[in-house]
Nanobody, 114 residues
């Protein structure tokens, strides 16, 4: 069974930083590009950042220059370093393949507020 376990979300002040982690099943991590998505209240889930196994990246315009996606292939883990956080970054963050599979993890809540 595919597993996606996100962690690292928290309440942070505007301008702060967070690092999210996602442990994924080896069966998908070893094959597919991985990505982070987010869903804010009342909005549809959106792609935040994606990363292939050879290091090609894709970022949403709203996070370019502030967020960095990376992966540890030996540990089947994908990370999202988030800097200069803004209130509009508040959302539940999920990891999945790119494009996403039907199965989603529980996500991790990121709240940016003073």
């Amino acid at each position: 069974q595919v597993q996606l376990v996100e962690s690292g979300g928290d309440l942070v002040q505007p301008g702060g930083s967070l690092r999210l982690s996602c442990a994924a099943s080896a069966s998908i991590f070893s094959i597919y590009p991985m990505a982070w998505y987010r869903q804010a209240p009342g909005k549809q889930r959106e792609l935040v950042a994606a990363l292939t196994r050879i290091g090609l990246t894709n970022y949403a315009d709203s996070v370019k220059g502030r967020f960095t996606i990376s992966r540890d292939n030996a540990k089947n883990t994908v990370f999202l370093q988030m800097n200069s956080l803004k209130p509009e970054d508040t959302a539940v963050y999920y990891c999945n393949t790119s494009p996403p599979r039907n199965h989603w993890g529980q996500g991790t809540q990121v709240t940016v507020s003073s």
